[in-house]
């Protein structure tokens, strides 16, 4: 089955072609590609870029004689177990990239913005596609391809990260304040841990007891590890007051770690 991912990021590849294409009028033009900096968005594009590849490699499978029957069979079992989950990804990414007006968008617009190509580039007698295709019933079976529950995985590590990148925060700020700021602080901080350490709780524990063997890491504790190993903090004193007013809002909130941009959510109204 190792053809199988190489075929399929084969399909996450940027088109120059479709790069350089000028974007819609109304396209946010700074949305397009992968967005980073919003773990919701980023997990959908994830999705979409999966069963996007997935579509791409069924209709190559076509051309592939002794497999192109098992293989469509499988692809549709498999597309109408997921449907819910790439209209979603669909959608919401309709409104990441159109946040302007209620403007309808394909899976061909999304594919574009993402800059993903619309045919693999392999021939029918390849040696990777024809594993690829060979493989593809068994692939679609496992816990990788569920795209609603890894989109559950994506949401749980997103509300970790948020924990931990707020803890690493908090400490590095309490030693910049005076005793007086810091008492406040450490009660606003208090408090934030009444309202959000079971959501972050649930979150680890159900992360450790059902991490997936083809992860972003060995383990969860591993991936734990390393996510806090790559956090940096920084910033004033005046950054670490901020910061500290923050703990009252509700964008610090772990249950708000995961949501659309606000412009992306207000669009989405389907």
């Known amino acids: 089955m190792r053809f199988l991912p190489t075929v399929l990021c084969a399909a996450l590849l940027a088109l120059p072609v479709r790069a350089a294409e000028p974007p819609a009028a109304d396209t946010a033009a700074e949305r397009l590609g992968y967005a980073f900096e919003y773990p919701r968005v980023l997990a959908q594009q994830r999705i979409f870029g999966l069963a996007h590849g997935v579509a791409l490699l069924a209709a190559a499978c076509m051309d592939v004689p002794e497999s192109a029957e098992a293989a469509q069979l499988a692809y549709s079992a498999w597309?109408?177990?997921?449907?819910?989950?790439?209209?979603?990804?669909?959608?919401?990414?309709?409104?990441?990239?159109?946040?302007?007006?209620?403007?309808?968008?394909?899976?061909?617009?999304?594919a574009k913005f993402m800059h993903l190509r619309d045919a693999l580039p392999y021939e029918a007698?390849?040696?990777?596609?024809?594993?690829?295709c060979a493989t593809l019933p068994e692939a679609l079976?496992?816990?990788?391809?569920?795209?609603?529950?890894?989109?559950?995985l994506e949401e749980l590590m997103a509300r970790v990260l948020a924990a931990v990148d707020l803890e690493a925060r908090h400490k590095y700020c309490r030693e910049r304040f005076d005793e007086a700021a810091r008492r406040v602080h450490e009660a606003r901080y208090a408090v934030w841990g009444e309202i959000n350490d079971p959501l972050r709780r649930e979150a680890e524990d159900t992360l450790a007891r059902e991490w997936p063997a083809d992860g972003p890491a060995a383990s969860y504790a591993d991936w734990l590890a390393e996510a806090v190993a790559a956090i940096r903090v920084g910033g004033s004193r005046r950054d670490c007051q901020r910061f500290s007013a923050t703990l009252k809002q509700p964008e610090t909130a772990l249950r708000n770690?995961?949501?659309?941009?606000?412009?992306?959510?207000?669009?989405?109204?389907?």
């Open 257 to 270: 770690a995961f949501q659309m941009p606000p412009a992306a959510a207000a669009g989405n109204t389907k």
């Open 79 to 110: 597309r109408q177990r997921q449907q819910e989950a790439i209209d979603t990804a669909t959608a919401e990414l309709s409104a990441y990239y159109r946040p302007v007006g209620n403007v309808d968008t394909e899976w061909q617009d999304v």
């Open 125 to 132: 007698a390849s040696p990777e596609l024809q594993a690829a």
């Open 141 to 152: 079976a496992r816990p990788r391809y569920d795209l609603a529950q890894q989109f559950r």
